[in-house]
């Protein structure tokens, strides 16, 4: 039974169209104002939220900038039903991201429509995701197979044969060797260290609180660093203005790495790199644009790519499972932001957001 929550203040509309909804086989929960609704909201499995705008303590339009603000109720289906029939008005609530706004009074067949359409349009996103989340957990299967026991089949056959075969072997071909077992030992090491440990944590870690992050001292050191190590130095472009964020700066540091590694990894030298940091309403912005081959995908949900493809591998082999841009998605939802992933006309662009630090008083910190 799919459950709708009624946002209204007006106590006998608000029982008339519970009633409605339960002699539709629909499990109704009723909010007598924006406050209730929005604590129901984020406290239960909603399947359909339906919200008056005009009410006294706080307005439709508010509880639904609230609730999409949690990432766990963003994707719920909102329909506004409100009295106010200007244009204004309507673009309002549909420019907030409803997915429909009715004008009072409403008549039984219209709501019993517009109740089908977006549950409808709900459940085939559901089986979207669960397909996409299955093949995921295939690939991961798959992906920590290999990338485990490609180093391990090293490191056993290299330390057998030196405890089977000590004497066959002179001292440089006994060093070669261990610096094999040594190497693959790090792959192991790095594999446990950057990217198991931050999927279990993005499980089980709670958002960061009121620790305290400045972009602009994480972004651009880390930024450096990476092109550095690539040997194109010259190929960065950092434009990137400073605020505090909400959010670990382990983790932010984790995540610019992840996604700079890749743009430098995937895009030929001499080629631009492109990062840039701005502060946006109540969140932190990130583009990160390069001009390589792009992402195999049209669609700019990092579900679409599949964490652990490996793109374009009949252009460029790249050593990796993708482990980390998996990672870096979990670590911002766990932190309350959003990342996309888009192609453009000369590479891709991957952008991602991270909630501003709020001080006492409930504004947000920016230097930019």
Do not use: W
């Amino acid at each position: 039974m799919e459950t709708i929550l009624y946002i209204e203040d007006n106590d006998p509309l608000r029982e008339e169209i519970l009633d409605f909804l339960g002699n539709e086989g629909y499990e109704a929960i009723g909010a007598e104002n924006g406050k209730r609704g929005i604590e129901i909201a984020m406290s239960r499995n909603i399947d359909l939220i339906m919200c008056d705008i005009m009410m006294k303590d706080i307005d439709g339009y508010e509880v639904k900038e609230r609730i999409q603000a949690n990432p766990l109720d963003f994707k719920v289906p909102f329909i506004f039903m409100s009295a106010l029939s200007e244009n204004d008005n309507i673009r309002k609530g549909m420019d907030l991201g409803a997915d429909d706004y009715l004008i009072k009074p409403v008549s039984q067949s219209i709501l019993k429509k517009s109740i089908s359409a977006r549950l409808e349009k709900a459940r085939q996103h559901k089986n979207y995701v669960r397909t996409q989340l299955n093949e995921l957990r295939e690939n991961i299967i798959f992906s920590l197979t290999h990338e485990l026991y490609t180093p391990l089949h090293v490191i056993l056959g290299f330390s057998g044969l030196i405890k089977e075969r000590t004497d066959s072997f002179n001292m440089l071909e006994l060093r070669e060797m261990a610096a094999a077992i040594e190497c693959n030992g790090n792959r192991l090491h790095n594999l446990a260290n950057n990217y198991l440990s931050n999927i279990v944590e993005s499980t089980n870690k709670q958002s960061a609180g009121n620790l305290i992050c400045d972009a602009f001292e994480v972004i651009s050191p880390i930024s450096e660093m990476v092109a550095e190590r690539h040997h194109r130095e010259a190929d960065l472009i950092l434009d990137v203005k400073n605020a505090h964020l909400q959010i670990d700066p382990d983790d932010l540091e984790f995540v610019v790495k992840e996604i700079v590694d890749n743009a430098f990894k995937f895009s030929e030298s001499k080629s631009m790199i492109t990062i840039c940091g701005r502060s946006t309403g109540k969140y932190y912005k990130v583009d990160i644009t390069d001009q390589g081959m792009g992402f195999p995908v049209e669609e700019n949900s990092p579900l679409d790519i599949g964490a652990f493809n490996q793109f374009n591998r009949k252009k460029l082999e790249q050593h990796g499972t993708g482990f980390g841009l998996m990672t870096s998605l979990l670590i911002i939802q766990r932190n309350k932001g959003n990342l996309e992933i888009k192609n453009n006309e000369t590479g891709a662009s991957v952008s991602f957001t991270i909630p501003l630090f709020s001080n006492v008083s409930g504004s947000s910190v920016s230097n930019a």
